[in-house]
């Protein structure tokens, strides 16, 4: 029977400089000993020391007492000093805190997984548990022997850091040092390889988490759990195997190994991941009794983990986010961040805005960041737009997150705000930390970004890295919104007309379109451009310059950019008089269908009538080649700024005597008014008067009121100009609003409902230029069709309302208001502007429009009249800002009737405007130009009838007054509406009809004559005769 083993374990060494054996005579025994024996003792030590401890503790602590300080501070030295040394500095080593302990930690799981894959190379080079051979010439053996002094060092260090022996002792990781280290000197000594308990150094894969943890790899506590949980499966997985391989390999040894059964490593991976997921083939399986033995302990606890651990892992790796990683840029390309209130409907907004095909080369990507997973909608719109659109999964306030979307490298951040939210202070101060974190983290980054109060500007100033010179701007929803509204009221549908310019919209039509929506949707294609003029306009004033782009070019010049002579300041001059002429190099805005248009201005060539070529000619390459000073854009004989003794201009030309301006000269400014002195009665004789109804109670978020009286206080204005504003709204929100208001003149108040037709018309609504209907509590949390129900209920009031003759007899009222003027007998002949929150409400306002259900609201008719407003329109304007800063700059000075780095500072800081000194260096911002709409077939242009064509009226306005003209407001005479609508920029040889009305921007010149008398015409009022 020996001889037939001894015969089967000859091992075929063909290959090899030595002979291995399977003995005859096994050991295993000594090397199982050996661990247990190197465990007991050490156990049975640590007892000892133990109870030692606990004996000094309890017997001694008296005698303790009673030796004096000094003595006692010596033992406490001696028992303590060098110890706690030696623990100290092993904490070091083995402490992730500190590179050593991450290098030590990393080498120890790459020294065991090392060690076991020599046992698998051992297990494959020998058919025996146990072998016989010299152990110098084993090369395996030999490494594998130093790895086990490595442990053992290893060990020793865990041994004296460990605050508690007897539970290190015990230790999973001190068991696996246990049942490897002293078997490997066994060996040595009997000059035996034994492959015995090797395998469970994969114990220490589970160390992996941690080891991937320190080097900062793992960052997220799913990637932790899903790495814990392989290296758990993995490790169990391994150590079972190596059980059954160790246990069928061997045999039972009390039947002296016959019945050993010749299993490879693998074949017992196979077997044991077969037996843990309860397939059980059975074309493999346990002959020994002790191998069944363990595969009965085995599986009652493998099978609980397998059957948790699987379907956790598959759970993980199912829900892990495809967002999760990080932008990878291309060579050369540029990207935006994209960030803030992330939803279907902004993100489509934005994108079909910021790359509409009319844009000149958008070769940029929009980079999404969101702390949210998209949506289906926006997961679809992601995809659609995969080549320039990537999202991301994660929170602009974490560094890391920024790392992954390359945020120092990109071009700019823009973050959006929630137009719709309950309360806009909290929206504001979230999206300013988000300022603050991309400051904190990329200095020099452009940022633009939605706010929604006015007030929360103060806040950006706080920033130091906050920079509006290098690209940062705020744009702030109130402020344009109620500026869009303010202006609409001096020239009515002025809202509809802007907001076409900075939204970008295709313009397509059919021939079922009507004639009046034709021209309606061309003038929607307008956008503004920028673009550098071509040396042929050097030298000519603005008015020239303009006149020839619109015959020559087709063009429409509104603005051009402003430089000192020495570089260092510029800013935009709409419509400047004669004293600014045009240098190399400047910078000229246009209104035009797309931006391949304005480039034949860059290259208009008068010499050899290039007029419409998109690449200079060859004399206008030698022109630029002859400048010497391309750094200058304009020049004002030397100064940037206009300046009173240029124009031959005195304080009493700049000045009115009826008005009061504040420190910036641009507004008019009256004493502080008392809250109560500016409530009227029910019996006021106002007429050319704006009406505001306002829906607001004490406890609603302030819309900063400010931003609307501003704009209709601009110092532009003659005092006899200024429209009396009235506001009908609760006495308690108005005094929140008052102290932002109370230094603007003609201001009246009426406490009430705007629904009380008794308060609408005891302010004579039907003598009022404009009605402004507004709201500051919309409630976005119930049905959104109802979130504008008050607005709407009073816009259709209004419209319900009769006057005059037409009015019922009611004897009950009192006679102020049933004496009202009889020019408007109908409530819907007043222009009325409402503000909406929800596009999809505009088709309550007019019942009787011939609106297309579920149209965009630009093609809607009362926003081509100019009779609503919502907020939507303005988020074209964070695009806007990033392309072109200069042109934002624009939209705003037109619309806020001015501004000033001072004036911004002190309302942002919500200081009440103080008087100025009406001294010429103020009173010259008088001078800007600002927005008037005229008549055509009265006044100065009744000239103009049926039959002429816009661009006469645009030279003659130019040539004659120096008036831009802009569009038209015309009469819509289709239909059973009639109605005005807006036409942005007609075409020159667009014909006029003699009841159009036209926007213009008139230049500012209060001290001359012909201005006073345009003045008084936008006023309505008689014209004074012109010598």
Known sequence: MSGNTSNKG????????????????????????????????????LVVWKFGKWLKKTYFQELKKMQSNVAA???????IGWLTEAKDWAGELLSGQRKIGRAVGSSVLILSIASVILYLIDTERFKCVETVGPWRENVLQ????????????????????????????????????????????????????????????????????????????????????????????????????????????????????????????????????????????????????????????????????FANFIPEIADIIGERSPYRGSYKKEHGKKHIVLCGHITTESVSNFIGDFLHKEREDVDVDIVILNSYEPDLELQGLVKRYFTQVEFFLGTIMNASDLARVKMSEADACLILANKYCSDPDAEDAANIMRVISIKNYCVRMKVVVQLLQYHSKAYLLNIPNWDWLHGDDAVCLA?????????????????????NLFTMRSYKVNSK????????????????????????????????????????????????EVRREDATDKYIAINPGSSIAI???????????SAEEVKVASHYCKSC???????????????????????????????????????????????????????????????????????????????????????????????????????????????????HIVFISDAEYLHREWKAICNFPLISLLFGSPLNRINLRAVNIDQCDACVILSARKSYTEDSALADKEVILCSLNIKAMKFGSSMPKMNNLPSAITNASKTVTNGSDIFLITEIGNDQNVQFLDQDDEDIPDAQLYMTQPFACGTVFTVSVLDSLVSTAFFSDNSLAIIRTLITGGFTPELEYRQAEGLTIDHGESSPEILINRLRCRITQFSLGSGLFHAFSDGQTFGELFLFALESHGILCLGLYRLQKEGSNRRRFVITNPPKNFLLAKDDKFYCLCPGNPGNKLQNSLNREAAGKPLVTIE
């Open 513 to 560: 379109t009507p004639k009046w929506q034709s021209d309606y949707l061309r003038g929607s294609g307008m956008e503004m451009y920028s673009t550098c003029l071509s040396p042929t306009f050097e030298g000519l004033t603005f008015a020239e310059a303009a006149r020839i782009c619109m015959e020559d070019l087709n063009l429409f010049l509104i603005a051009i």
């Open 609 to 723: 009538q290039n007029k419409g070529r998109k690449k200079p000619c060859p004399c206008l390459m030698r022109c630029l080649k002859m400048k010497l000073d391309p750094c200058i854009c304009a020049s004002t004989n030397g100064n940037n700024k206009l300046e009173p003794h240029s124009l031959g201009l005195t304080s009493e030309d700049l000045s009115d005597s009826e008005s009061l301006y504040d420190t910036t000269g641009m507004f008019h400014w009256c004493a502080e008014q008392p809250f109560r002195s500016c409530v009227i009665d029910r019996k006021s004789n106002l007429q050319n008067h704006v009406v505001v109804c306002l829906f607001a109670d004490g406890h609603s978020p302030l819309i900063g009121l400010q931003n609307f009286v501003m704009p209709l206080r601009a110092s532009n204005f003659s005092y006899g100009e200024l429209k």
């Open 583 to 593: 240098r190399i190099n400047t910078q000229g805005f246009f209104i035009a269908q």
């Open 73 to 79: 501070e010596d033992v406490e030295y001696e028992a």
């Open 479 to 499: 402020e344009l919104k109620l500026g869009f509204m303010a202006q609409s009221c001096l020239a009515p549908g002025f809202s509809t007309f802007m907001a």
């Open 10 to 45: 000859l091992i075929n060494a063909t290959n090899r400089t030595h002979v291995q054996q399977c003995p005859s005579t096994r050991y295993w025994h000594v090397f199982i000993s050996s661990s247990l024996i190197t465990f007991a003792v050490g156990l049975v030590l």
């Open 142 to 305: 030999q490494i594998d022997f130093t790895f086990n002094m490595l442990f053992l060092i290893h060990f020793i260090i865990r041994f004296v850091a460990s605050s508690d022996k007897l539970i290190f002792w015990m230790d999973p990781f001190s068991l696996v040092d246990f049942a490897t280290i002293p078997p490997t000197f066994v060996g040595i000594n009997l000059n035996r390889n034994w492959l015995g308990l090797r395998f469970v150094r994969c114990l220490r894969i589970i160390t992996l988490t941690d080891v991937l943890q320190h080097l900062k790899l793992l960052t997220t506590s799913t990637s932790i759990r899903l790495c814990h949980l392989i290296c758990s499966l993995a490790a169990l997985w391994i150590m079972g195997s190596g059980f059954v391989h160790l246990l069928e390999n061997s045999g039972d040894p009390f039947v002296t190994f016959v019945n050993a059964s010749r299993l490879s490593f693998w074949d017992c991976m196979y077997f044991t991941v077969v037996t843990m997921s309860t397939v059980g083939y059975g074309d493999i399986y346990c002959v020994t009794t002790l191998g069944k033995l363990f595969i009965v302990i085995f599986i009652l606890g493998a099978l609980a983990m």
